[in-house]
């Protein structure tokens, strides 16, 4: 017999998935009001956390329609499960006196557990905040992170998109064709374990013999040494990545790494090739999420072209080092980067604005992916028309959006859901080339 939990929801749960009301199977969640009031107040929000407020409203007044004393009465979910709505004044147990519950709405809901806690000694917080957690299981209360969107364990479990192996592997043959049937190639136990467009770094035992090559599916190739833009792959990942970016075949491309490693300098020179001098697209559309690092400075005055200035200031020094002359800032450089936005070839769009669109016959680059949620991330995929790649990077290191974490974010989401298909490719950077200090920086801060 299966023996019914208690859930107690907190609001970041709730506003960064609105369908967590029915995500616990045939189990009991229990909602503070204090959630109810914190909703109300992210409501308005013009964001993707005012956005799931909203739908959460919506979809607690469905569910509420025709039920009177909450208190009392449960909601039948169709899961199986009942959803009560609680006030804390009528469950409300005692904190330490370090626990302020004039201020923090987070130790209200504390408070709450501790009282529930007596009626029922099961019953378990579920929250997206570290802290919170932690006071919870000081205080005796157990707790667990919201994991529905989360792919995998932990970062280092996150496909890297390469594997090595070493055997007896006709490697000769493989250089002399360039392209060899993976049957004839590879051993059965490899073809058992690989995905579509994952990288092998090959070595035949008892030589020093080696190559690099990409397993399609059906073949495997070896990896030609394109440079495009003059950018050069600097060590084997980027010449891996470089291989995936000019791939017209490969409808979504995810490169990870950390500061440094070139993956959005690799993705705009990639692109700029492809579209400037391949032809194979008609627009480079580059997207960043506002995101700000640290406090943020407010609204900015201006169009959104003027708004937008400050989070394409990257993509704007990637692009002038790409259309330099000889390596060193131009006038003409300078001026060619301002044509190119004005006449709609590269083109900088706002993530806010990008519901509804259709893009077509476009190289599209979502830099800074990790701060990305799966809602996000969906509509922007969503949003790819005929003809259009899209390119996501980022650093899962490095997430400033508190709704999401390195397992749970649309660019860790995108690897994992999409390595089994041909259409997509993976590779994870590991190697910075920026500079020495960006490289120890990244390692040892």
């Known amino acids: 017999m299966t023996t019914i939990k208690t859930y107690i929801l907190d609001t970041n749960v709730l506003l960064s998935d609105p369908n967590a009301l029915f995500s616990f199977e045939e189990n009991d969640i229990v909602l503070p009001l204090i959630v109810i009031e914190e909703l109300d107040h992210q409501k308005d929000r013009q964001d993707e956390v005012g956005r799931n407020a909203r739908e959460t409203v ?11 004393d909450l208190q009392n009465n449960p909601i039948e979910l169709e899961s199986g499960g009942r959803l009560f709505i609680l006030s804390s004044q009528v469950i409300d147990g005692k904190l330490p006196i370090e626990l302020d519950l004039t201020t923090s709405g987070d130790n209200k809901i504390l408070a709450f557990c501790k009282g529930l806690q007596v009626q029922n000694p099961d019953v378990i917080l579920v929250s997206r905040d570290m802290l919170i957690r932690l006071k919870a299981e000081t205080l005796g ?15 280092s479990a996150l496909y890297s998109g390469v594997k090595n192996l070493a055997g007896q592997y006709d490697i000769d043959a493989l250089y002399a064709n360039n392209r060899m ?87 705009i020179a990639a692109g700029l090739h492809l579209v400037l001098d391949g032809k194979k697209y008609k627009s480079l559309v580059v997207c960043r999420p506002i995101q700000p690092v640290g406090k943020d400075i407010g609204y900015l005055p201006g169009t959104m072209e003027e ?40 083109e900088v769009e706002a993530m806010t604005f990008i519901r509804g669109r259709s893009i077509a016959n476009a ?39 508190m709704y ?29 080339e920026r500079s020495e200090l960006a490289t120890l920086a990244a390692r040892i801060l």
């Open 58 to 68: 919506r979809k607690l007044t469905e569910l509420v329609k025709g039920h009177t």
């Open 141 to 155: 209360i157990t707790c667990q992170d919201y994991k529905k969107f989360s792919v995998t364990t932990s970062v």
């Open 181 to 267: 049937p993976a049957s004839q190639f590879l051993m059965l136990e490899d073809l058992q374990t690989l995905n579509p467009n994952q990288f092998l770094v090959v070595k035949q035992e008892g030589t020093d013999r080696s190559v690099l090559a990409r397993y399609t599916g059906t073949e495997v190739q070896t990896i030609n040494g394109y440079s495009p833009c003059k950018i050069e792959g600097r060590n084997k990942e980027q010449k891996f990545a470089i291989d995936l970016l000019l791939d017209p075949a490969i409808k979504l491309t995810t490169i990870v790494g950390s500061a440094g490693t070139g993956k959005t300098l690799l993705a």
């Open 307 to 346: 708004k937008m200035e400050p989070w394409i200031a990257p993509i704007k020094d990637n692009l002038r080092f790409l259309l330099a002359e000889g390596g060193k800032k131009s006038k003409r450089g300078e001026e060619t980067m301002e044509m190119l936005f004005e006449n709609g070839t590269i």
């Open 363 to 401: 190289y599209m680059i979502i830099d800074e992916a990790q701060n990305l949620n799966v809602h996000e991330l969906k509509t922007i995929i969503t949003r790819v028309g005929e003809g259009t790649k899209i390119v996501l990077t980022g650093d899962i290191e490095q997430i400033d959006n």
């Open 404 to 432: 999401v974490d390195s397992v749970s974010n649309g660019l860790t989401v995108a690897i994992e859901k999409f390595k089994e298909f041909p259409i997509a490719g993976h590779v994870t950077l590991t190697k910075g």
